[in-house]
């Protein structure tokens, strides 16, 4: 294959029809991958007897069920005849991009997105229905377009050149377990490896060293091997990894340090081999052919074995974080390992979907733009955390096993595991997959709660008015009578949202604040049936005290366009709203940035203080690279210039007064999504506010988890007259410390764990932390 390979694409604005059929045959898409995070890659095959130009060709993406292409990116390169082309989005795992033609740096598609081959502007190939939003996918079971790999059957000659039909993938396609892409990029590959005689225990054998190689890839790939070792872990039963690994004796090491003396062996495409048939310490011979897979290297369609003998040992090596380079545990892939650290627990996220914990030395993983400058530092610090993680995973392949057993005996809504818990007595064999090193145990990890849950939110007390912001996670009450679901965001069902408001009226209570301003609360206005109404009418019914609670009405049908907005509430027994609500509706927060809501608040004494919550622009769906809000790579991510100009437009407004309050304390509170040390946050510095979340014990604060690292997008930032006025400012850890599988929702979980995972207390309402600010406020200087 001749493939002219380009780092990134720019999307370009080009319209497709859909109807246009081709006469001759042409090429389709072969593999379809929707994995977790930015694993999406698209495989192309080209079933002809003759190369194909791929400058012909481009792939369309037609989000959320529109009826126009929302990015079309061309192609390059020649195809050959009866060869693949992998597309795939260029920050995928690694094993995706070892294999990738061609990769591109915007946003490509979800589940709910129609894909299309493009030939000449005409379609040749359509996953999905354009024009038609399926919810959030196509297809049911095991088969769908989202979170699943799907694979063409072989019988498929061509493609499905009208996308303007009802679409289900199990017509066509096989289906996989997400981030399963081991065969990308080898669609039609069939012919077996020769054969090898297996001979008898103790003949000559190929030594696992040889197999493994000095380098990430086997130099024996795709060959048939026998190899003579001791089983160091056997993985049986149905929700196990389906297969064993093998280690060579001590003394049947080689010399060279670079070549691991390990090997797993994936009997799961065996017809006469299964690991439920060994032990460890068994002396064994087996047959199978060898293979990278997810970036291990392994044997697979293993066909024979023997045992030779139990009853031996192998000598574990020793693991250490940091690695000296992410290559490094290369030498020890597939060996009987251990840890002589206590590690830290910095990332749950997989815990209950897949039983994996991310480990740290030295504390919890930072996320670099938190805790150091943009830039050199941050790429520095990114470089550092690479090498200082590793996956405590939990021997199995299965999806949302039953139980999780981290921490023992398992994970339930009261016997959780959090980040910044610390764990010993690491001891299992290294593996690799979907982009980390990870450990298999053998022996069980000892974990400690030296993070505690916190049951009120932990401030100095005096003052006169307590403030927090909140981000609710998408609270969407249907139509506010109990239907109208599934909602655009948050809960699925009336159960749902049962179970979410229960969390969030827990965790207000626990908050105890005066004025709360709130992110992610469903944009449908202010009436009745709003999900707003509904959110103070339950913190009302739950509140000792009566109807105390109160929302400030901003005078129009909706704040802004987008599904989500501010809010803003308060504690009407204890502070008065003064002057009038205020927004911005200038360009930067037209769209991305969320229209802000300012108001302000009178203690008894008439001590003032204008508060205003914000919601600024994600860090995700980026722009095309030569957009100035694409990422610049220092470690801001995208859209920061968005965010800053919102910043800086913001504080300009606030000097207005902009609610007739009469008060220069201002009060900056919200997910802001920009880290400590990130430029909208230089940009109110700059204009004179101070930023409230400290340091504690030399590590920045933290209210938020993504990809096992830590830190603030939620901030209370006090004006230059407020900041005098601050008794404390600390983020209530409720909610980013705690497993995602602990929330409200009910998928991904058996009906135990459903019930299990549960508890109508705070903890898990949300993913951000709430920030809750304690004031002493001066009464107001009389007229």
């Known amino acids: 294959?001749?493939?002219?390979?380009?780092?990134?694409?720019?999307?370009?604005?080009?319209?497709?029809?859909?109807?246009?059929?081709?006469?001759?045959?042409?090429?389709?898409?072969?593999?379809?991958?929707?994995?977790?995070?930015?694993?999406?890659?698209?495989e192309i095959f080209n079933p002809t007897d003759a190369p194909a130009d791929l400058d012909d060709y481009a792939i369309a993406i037609y989000f959320n069920g529109s009826a126009d292409a929302g990015a079309t990116i061309p192609l390059s390169g020649t195809l050959d005849a009866g060869d693949t082309f992998v597309f795939a989005d260029q920050r995928s795992d690694a094993s995706i991009l070892a294999v990738a033609d061609q990769t591109y740096g915007g946003s490509l598609f979800n589940g709910d997105d129609a894909v299309v081959l493009l030939q000449n502007g005409a379609p040749v190939d359509v996953i999905g229905q354009i024009g038609v939003d399926p919810g959030s996918a196509w297809g049911t079971g095991g088969v769908t377009t989202q979170n699943h790999t799907l694979r063409r059957n072989t019988s498929i000659t061509s493609g499905r050149m009208n996308g303007n039909t009802a679409f289900d993938p199990a017509d066509e396609f096989s289906g996989f377990a997400v981030n399963s892409f081991a065969d990308l990029g080898s669609f039609g590959a069939t012919e077996p490896p020769p054969m090898v005689a297996f001979g008898s225990c103790g003949d000559p054998a190929t030594p696992i060293h040889a197999i493994q190689g000095s380098d990430d890839n086997s130099p024996l790939q795709n060959e048939m091997h026998v190899v003579e070792a001791i089983v160091t872990a056997p993985y049986p039963g149905n929700d196990g990894l389906d297969g064993l690994f093998v280690q060579a004796a001590d003394n049947e090491r080689d010399s060279d340090p670079q070549t691991s003396e390990g090997l797993f062996v994936f009997t799961g495409d065996s017809d006469s081999l299964s690991p439920d048939m060994f032990a460890a310490g068994q002396r064994i011979r087996i047959r199978g052919q060898v293979s990278e897979f997810n970036g291990l290297t392994e044997l697979k369609r293993a066909d024979q074995a023997a045992i030779c003998g139990t009853g031996f040992t192998v000598s574990p090596s020793l693991l250490a974080l940091p690695f000296r380079d992410t290559t490094a545990p290369e030498a020890l892939e597939g060996m009987r390992v251990t840890l002589n650290q206590t590690l830290t627990v910095s990332g749950t996220y997989t815990l209950g979907r897949f039983g994996e914990v991310v480990l740290s030395a030295g504390g919890r993983l930072q996320t670099p733009t938190n805790a150091v400058p943009p830039g050199v530092p941050a790429q520095a610090l990114a470089a550092l955390n690479a090498r200082n993680r590793l996956v405590l995973d939990d021997g199995m392949s299965t999806e949302n096993p039953?139980?999780?057993?981290?921490?023992?005996?398992?994970l339930t809504a009261l016997n959780t595991l959090r980040t910044g818990d610390t764990v010993t007595n690491i001891d299992g064999v290294l593996s690799y997959g979907f982009g980390d090193w990870r450990v298999q145990p053998v022996t069980a990890p000892i974990f400690d709660p030296v993070n505690p849950r916190p049951t009120a939110a932990d401030l100095p007390t005096g003052g006169n008015m307590r403030v927090a912001s909140f981000n609710v996670l998408n609270f969407f009450n249907g139509d506010g009578q109990g239907g109208g679901f599934p909602t655009e965001r948050g809960a699925d069902t009336e159960n749902e949202l049962n179970r979410q408001r229960a969390k969030l009226v827990s965790a207000i209570t626990a908050i105890?604040?005066?004025?709360i301003g709130l992110m992610e609360i469903e944009n449908d206005g202010y009436g009745s049936n709003s999900a707003i109404q509904d959110l103070v009418d339950s913190l009302n019914q739950a509140s000792p005290r009566g109807e105390q609670y109160a929302f400030v009405d901003p005078?129009?049908?909706?704040?802004?366009?987008?599904?989500?907005?501010?809010?803003?509430?308060?504690?009407?027994?204890?502070v008065r709203p003064i002057g009038d609500p205020a927004t911005l509706t200038t360009t930067p927060f037209v769209t991305g940035n969320r229209q802000p809501l300012a108001r302000t608040f009178a203690t008894a004494e008439d001590g003032r203080v204008t508060v205003v919550v914000n919601h600024l622009k994600s860090k995700g769906s980026c722009p095309s690279e030569d957009d100035p809000n694409a990422a610049q790579g220092d470690g801001q991510g995208c859209w920061n210039l968005l965010r800053s100009q919102a910043a800086s437009d913001e504080a300009g407004w606030l000097a207005s007064d902009p609610t007739g309050g009469e008060t220069?304390?201002?009060?900056?509170?919200?997910?802001?999504?920009?880290?400590?040390?990130?430029?909208?946050?230089?940009?109110?510095?700059q204009s004179g506010y101070s930023a409230l979340l400290k340091r504690a014990n030399g590590t920045a604060a933290t209210t938020y988890v993504f990809d096992a690292q830590s830190g603030a997008l939620d901030h209370a930032l006090a004006s230059s007259a407020l900041r005098s006025q601050v008794i404390a400012a600390e983020p209530f850890h409720i909610n980013a410390d705690e497993p995602t599988s602990l929330d409200y929702n009910v998928e991904f979980k058996s009906a135990s764990q459903v019930t299990d995972f549960y508890s109508p207390g705070p903890y898990r309402a949300s993913d951000h932390d709430p920030v809750v600010t304690q004031l002493d406020l001066a009464p107001a200087p009389r007229q």
């Open 664 to 685: 220069d304390n201002v009060l900056v509170i919200g997910d802001l999504n920009a880290y400590t040390q990130e430029d909208p946050i230089t940009a109110f510095a």
């Open 1 to 42: 294959m001749t493939i002219a390979r380009r780092s990134v694409l720019l999307a370009l604005a080009l319209s497709a029809t859909t109807s246009v059929a081709q006469a001759a045959p042409s090429l389709f898409f072969s593999e379809y991958v929707e994995g977790s995070s930015y694993n999406k890659s698209l």
């Open 402 to 410: 039953e139980p999780v057993i981290y921490p023992a005996p398992r």
């Open 555 to 574: 005078g129009t049908p909706r704040l802004g366009t987008d599904a989500i907005a501010v809010g803003l509430i308060y504690d009407s027994s204890r």
């Open 512 to 515: 105890d604040a005066d004025v």
